[in-house]
């Protein structure tokens, strides 16, 4: 998502056989990093026992203990996949910025993106709108993501109303005014790595009918085929 203050992606512009051993520098340094402090909301969160069905998979994922959830995102093989899509170099990526673009016709919704989730950030590999604005490339800390919601627990996360959410209420994207609605879908890597999400947004109440679930089902689908040449 498009949080209140963004910041530029960082990341070198060649993807070649010779930065392989940067990127495994990269995964290892992340792999250090002690970021607890950022999912201490996200744990909290998880606490109300009237949850809606599709927050189960995430619930799951860090019950009891923030741990399970750093774990999720810090996951060695998960990371790799993750960096291995190249998407986290500055684009352009024509392809995924025409899907993107696709999903908004598609679903007629103002809002789409492609989100890649690392261990500490969210970075956009694609992002449009209704106008045909192509967003530059930004990266937003883990706080101000909805889409690790739906990479922690490696399903949909669908929400109508956030405002009415007894969880996501609360949470940024929500108090800032940026999201009324959301769907988002994992995307999936061939070993079963969650490595980032296809969502949708509006900043108004929007019901996600079956027909669009299934849209964006299936354009995530043809982002998965894309990515990892399936």
């Not at 990127?23 to 009237?50: H, K, Q, W």
């Not at 959830?69 to 025409?98: C, F, K």
């Not at 709108?129 to 930004?138: L, M, T, V, W």
Request: hydrophobic fraction near 35%; charged fraction near 20%; aromatic fraction near 4%.
């Amino acid at each position: 998502m498009t949080p209140p203050s963004p910041t530029d992606a960082t990341g070198s512009d060649d993807a070649s056989d010779g930065d392989t051993s940067q990127r495994e520098e990269r995964i290892a340094d992340s792999a250090e990093r002690t970021t607890f402090g950022s999912f201490t909301a996200i744990n909290d969160a998880y606490t109300d026992p009237a949850l809606d069905a599709i927050f189960e998979g995430l619930r799951a994922a860090v019950a009891g203990d923030q741990s399970h959830a750093w774990s999720a995102l810090n996951d060695s093989a998960r990371l790799r996949a993750v960096y291995d899509t190249g998407l986290l170099e500055p684009g352009p990526h024509p392809e995924i910025d025409q899907i993107v673009g696709l999903t908004i016709d598609a679903v007629g919704i103002p809002n789409a993106a492609l989100n890649m989730i690392t261990d500490v950030e969210q970075v956009n590999a694609g992002i449009a709108s209704r106008s045909g604005d192509i967003g530059e490339q930004r990266t937003h800390p883990l706080p101000d993501s909805l889409c690790v919601y739906t990479v922690i627990s490696g399903s949909p996360l669908i929400v109508d109303d956030i405002a009415e959410d007894p969880v996501l209420r609360e949470h940024s994207a929500a108090t800032s005014g940026v999201v009324g609605a959301y769907i988002g879908i994992p995307i999936i890597d061939n070993a079963g790595h969650p490595v980032g999400t296809l969502c949708a947004w509006d900043s108004q109440p929007h019901h996600w009918s079956s027909g669009e679930v299934q849209i964006m089902t299936d354009l995530a689908e043809v982002v998965q085929n894309t990515i990892f040449n399936r």
